[in-house]
C-alpha cells in the first residue's frame, strides 16, 4: 500500500508538506502543491486512515460535493438528502465547488480522509475516470445530473432534454416568432443537454437559424440579466415578439427583473420560461413558466439509495441503479398565447 512517505519522496517535500496539501492548508507554496497533488494522482495514494475505518465500523458521515450552494436548486436539494439522511442518523459534510474540477478534487480527497461513508455528486465536472477511480475503491457513490460510464455507480438525473424541448414548443406554439436561449455553463451536462433540445425543437418546427439565437452563460440570476442586456444592446427587437428559454428558474427571475426595469412587456413582447421550478417561481411578477423537475423526491431517492449502498457495500450484494426522471412544463403567467389578426 502506498504511503504518505512515498508520496513525499515522490514530490520531494516533507512528510509534513503532504499533510497539509491534504488537509487543504493554504500555508504551502502553488509548486509545492502542485508536485504533491501529482504524487498523490500517479500513485494512487489514499490515507491510511481510511482503509482502516473502513474495516472497523462507519462513520455515519455522507460526503456532498454540490456545483454552486447559491444556486436555488441545489439549496433546495441538499436540504432534501439532508433531511432522508438525518432521519437515519446519518450526517452530512457539504463542498460547495463552484464548477471548479481541481476544487473538486480537493474536496473528494479530504472528505476521504474524514472517512465519509459514501459521496453524493451533483454536476461535477470531474472526469469520468476520475470518478470511476474512486469507486473501485469500494467507496459508495451516487451521481446526480450527469451520464457517467461507470458500471460501479448509481446515477440519477432527470430527462433535460425531453424538459428543453417541452419549453421550446411552449414557445413556438405561443407564436412568438424570434427565440433566444440563454445557456448554462458549458462545463455542465445538463445545460448541453438543454441547447441541443432548443435547437431540435426548433428545427422540427421549421425554425430558421436567423430567428433564434443561444448566448451563453450561467446557472445565476445576474447573468440571465446580464445576457438579455446584451442581447437587447445589438438586436433590433421592436416589432419582434421574442420567446425565452432560460437556463433555469435563477436565470429567468434576472432576465425578467432587466425587462421590467425597461418596461418592457412579458409575456407580450417576451415570453420567459425557466427550468426547475424553486419555490419563488409562482411568487415571480409574472408568475414564471417553468419546467418542474422533482427536487423533493429527487432529494430523496438518492439519499435511500446511497444508504442502502452503504448497507450493501459487499460485492454482489448490490444492483447499480440508472434513474431517469421525467419532468413538467407548468404554464404560467411568463408566457402567454398569443393571438393576431
Known sequence: MVSINDVAAKANVSISTV???????????????????????????????????????????????????????????????????????????????????????????????????????????????????????????????????????????????????????????????????????????????????FVDALKENNISAENYKILAGSFREESGAQKIADFLADFDYKGRRIGIFAANDAAAFGIMKELKERQLSVPEQFGVIGFDDVNFSRYADPPLTTISRPIKEIGEITASILMERIENSNEGKYLKKNITLKVDLIKRGSTAKLNFN
Open 19 to 197: 499533510s497539509r496539501v491534504m488537509n487543504q492548508n493554504a500555508n504551502v507554496s502553488k509548486e509545492k502543491e502542485k508536485a504533491v497533488l501529482e504524487a498523490v494522482e500517479e500513485l494512487d495514494y489514499i490515507p491510511n486512515g481510511l482503509a482502516r475505518g473502513l474495516v472497523t465500523k462507519n462513520t455515519n458521515s455522507v460526503g456532498i460535493l454540490i456545483a454552486d450552494i447559491a444556486n436555488m436548486y441545489y439549496a433546495s436539494l441538499v436540504k432534501s438528502i439532508e433531511k432522508t439522511l438525518n432521519q437515519q442518523g446519518y450526517y452530512t459534510i457539504i463542498g460547495n465547488t463552484e464548477w471548479d474540477k481541481k476544487r473538486e478534487e480537493h474536496y473528494l480527497r479530504y472528505l476521504m480522509q474524514k472517512q465519509v461513508d459514501g459521496f453524493i455528486l451533483a454536476s461535477t465536472v470531474l472526469d469520468d475516470k476520475y470518478i470511476d477511480k474512486f469507486s473501485k475503491k469500494g467507496i459508495p457513490m451516487v451521481v446526480l445530473d450527469r451520464e457517467i460510464e461507470s458500471d460501479l455507480i448509481d446515477k440519477i438525473r432527470i430527462n433535460d432534454y425531453n424538459g428543453a424541448y417541452q419549453a421550446t414548443t411552449h414557445l413556438v406554439e405561443s407564436n412568438y416568432d424570434f427565440f433566444l436561449h440563454i445557456a448554462g455553463p458549458k462545463k455542465a451536462a445538463t445545460a448541453l443537454d438543454r441547447s441541443k433540445a
